[in-house]
């Protein structure tokens, strides 16, 4: 897992090597072992690298790694996974290679088939090949957008980066917040790709891959998409066949995750997800494996370290846990450093600091991301079929009774969640589950002020499904929201936060549940073997019946959310009135300043339970006032 960065100049100057090290070394976190920088002989091209060993510690293994003549070179951030099917290939054609790394085999197989090459990588990469002879930079993403890749393109050059931050050290990219941005982070907690927070600088998106010549003329392809079929394209099949497929898919996937040169471990929740993976780790590994798990004081109603343990005794782990507490407010700035602007998903405080813990012990982590959104793990699933079958007029029924319900104190509360489902009843069904996953939605334009909300001009709350919708048209209700989910929730929201986090802490994060192969076998699925009723996961949990254990199985999906409601009640009460009340918050020149006021009474005097919003507001306003020294200090580069 490493850090990368690059320039391509298209106006006739030169790339400054202080500027390529001063961009690469804006990302040592990513990297601490080692850094490597390649410039053109012409100058015209630059690419810089910050490197952590996982496969083959060597210097040999160092990027820039250079085809035999030295015309190509790659940087490459993340894991190819089939590297040694593809070495015995290449080898076989003839290719001579220096090093035992993984990365490698990216420019060799690279010569043979050019930007094609990137469709044969299985694994989590973002990718920078400059090729000398062909004048041609080609950038790539993996899959699922597990590895990041920014972008910043102008007249005059085009940059990229493996984060935003290490734009801050290049002269010519300016640093300037995108008003167009603040609208879909307030929906969504993040600002969904290809935008980010700012200007000119943008995603490239997930299975990706762009090409870019000397002149600046760019060709930019997808070369996959996650697609479930339509219902009359779905294959027959029995549960029984599809059950022993998705083991050996899923066996296969965390085997293949398992090679690593450093100490590896894993992430364990209370759910089945990590618990099929540790249970298959502890199968296939000769000793315990080393796993991790936090936990937080204050409300149990969040707290997963009991179940946790069940999962770690059942497979006999090394097992270690942390527990968090109030005082975790501290880390919103670290926070909003290492996501680059706000991030309002408040679970980034445990992941980050179970992070830290772990990197105390390991330097590989296996997780179960990805299971929810193959599987259809997810609640909001289940509402989303119900909500089909109700009617308009009784929608608005539901809505006057819930209304009449008390307020919950907490987001895990029957009636907060009764409340949520019965809002948007009688919208299509993409309102309807983005409005259960959004922060603010039909109150989106009562926080906007009416002079901002001018400037930026028309808001789309559906934005984010524009270009997945053409593989949407025609798919079953729960077919179209495990695309949605894929393509914005997981690629937006829980992807960047696993990425941000571990290699805050210099941890790489692997996802054995985003294996393409399995990926793809499981989204051919019939829906019936993924929800089935209340009941989520249908073929996963019949795969591994015998895996998992019992009361793991029968308890309600738990989700990994943190009491940030309670601590703005108690302990963070002052932090959050501070912030948030003071007449000269940075916040007040987009939003409503009363609206703000009025929520924040509202949660302390327990009306209403407004944890997600006040949290997504604060770092909203945290953000804002960092800012300025983030743009001086790019001016100053």
């Known amino acids: ?271 089945i997800d990590s618990a099929v993976v540790v249970g298959l780790m502890a199968q296939l590994r000769s000793e315990p494996v080393k796993t991790f798990t936090v936990g937080f004081d204050g409300d149990a109603a969040y707290d997963e370290t009991a179940r946790a343990r069940v999962i770690a005794q059942r497979f006999g782990t090394d097992h270690t846990e942390f527990r968090v507490t109030p005082s975790a407010i501290d880390l919103v700035d670290p926070l909003i450093w290492h996501h680059d602007g706000p991030f309002g998903d408040s679970s980034a405080v445990p992941t980050y600091l179970v992070s830290k813990l772990t990197r105390e012990h390991v330097t590989v982590v296996l997780t179960g991301d990805g299971g929810d959104e193959l599987f259809a793990g997810y609640d909001r699933f289940y509402a989303g079929l119900v909500s089909e079958r109700v009617p308009s007029w009784v929608g608005a029924v539901a809505r006057g009774a819930v209304a009449m319900l008390p307020a919950a104190r907490t987001d895990r509360h029957w009636t907060h969640r009764a409340r949520r489902f019965a809002r948007p009843l009688g919208r299509s069904l993409a309102e309807r589950v983005t409005s259960w996953n959004s922060t603010f939605f039909d109150d989106l334009f009562a926080l906007l002020r009416p002079e901002f909300a001018e400037t930026i001009g028309p808001i789309d709350r559906l934005q984010h499904l524009a270009a997945e919708r053409p593989l949407m048209t025609g798919r079953s209700p729960l077919a179209q929201m495990l695309h949605s989910n894929f393509t914005s929730y997981l690629a937006g929201d829980l992807l960047v936060k696993v990425d941000r986090c571990t290699m805050a802490h210099s941890l790489e994060a692997r996802s054995p549940l985003l294996d393409r192969a399995l990926t793809e076998y499981v989204a051919a699925l019939p829906d019936r073997l993924k929800l089935r009723g209340r009941e989520t996961k249908v073929v996963l949990r019949r795969a591994f019946a015998d895996l998992i254990p019992r009361e793991i199985a029968a308890h309600p999906k738990m989700g990994f959310g943190v009491p940030v409601g309670a601590w703005f009640r108690g302990e963070l009460r002052g932090v959050i009135r501070d912030l948030m009340l003071a007449p000269d918050a940075r916040y007040r020149r987009m939003l409503d300043g009363a609206f703000v006021e009025r929520l924040l009474d509202q949660h302390l005097s327990g009306r209403v339970n407004a944890g997600p919003q006040l949290w997504t507001l604060m770092c909203f306003e945290r953000w804002l006032r960092l800012l300025p020294d983030w743009a001086r200090s790019a001016a100053a580069a």
């Open 1 to 271: 897992m490493c850090g990368i960065c690059g320039e391509l100049r298209f106006d006739g100057q030169p790339v400054r090597p202080s500027v390529a090290t001063a961009m690469r070394d804006r990302l040592v976190h990513r990297g601490p072992d080692s850094a490597g920088e390649y410039v053109a002989p012409d100058s015209r091209a630059s690419v810089g690298f910050r490197r952590l060993r996982i496969i083959d510690l060597s210097a040999d293994a160092n990027q820039p790694l250079p085809n035999e003549c030295g015309s190509v070179h790659v940087v490459c951030n993340g894991e190819i996974y089939n590297f040694k099917e593809l070495r015995r290939d290449l080898t076989a054609r003839g290719h001579r290679f220096r090093s035992a790394s993984d990365t490698e085999v990216i420019v060799h197989l690279y010569e043979e088939k050019g930007a094609d090459a990137i469709a044969d990588l299985e694994g989590m990469f973002a990718i920078a090949v400059w090729d000398d002879r062909a004048k041609q930079l080609t950038l790539a993403r993996d899959r699922a957008g597990k590895k990041p890749l920014f972008v910043y393109r102008d007249a005059r050059l085009l940059a990229f980066a493996s984060e935003i931050k290490a734009f801050f050290q290049h002269p010519d990219v300016p640093i300037d917040m995108d008003a167009q941005a603040v609208p879909q982070y307030l929906i969504h907690g993040y600002v969904p790709g290809p935008a980010t927070f700012y200007r000119e600088i943008r995603q490239l998106p997930p299975a990706t891959v762009m090409t870019v010549a000397a002149d600046g003329q760019t060709t930019t392809r997808r070369y996959w998409q996650f697609a479930v079929p339509r219902a009359s394209e779905v294959e027959p099949i029995n549960e029984a066949e599809a059950a022993r497929a998705v083991r050996q898919l899923v066996t296969n996937a965390v085997a293949r995750r398992l090679v690593s040169d450093v100490p590896l471990g894993a992430f364990l929740s209370s759910g």
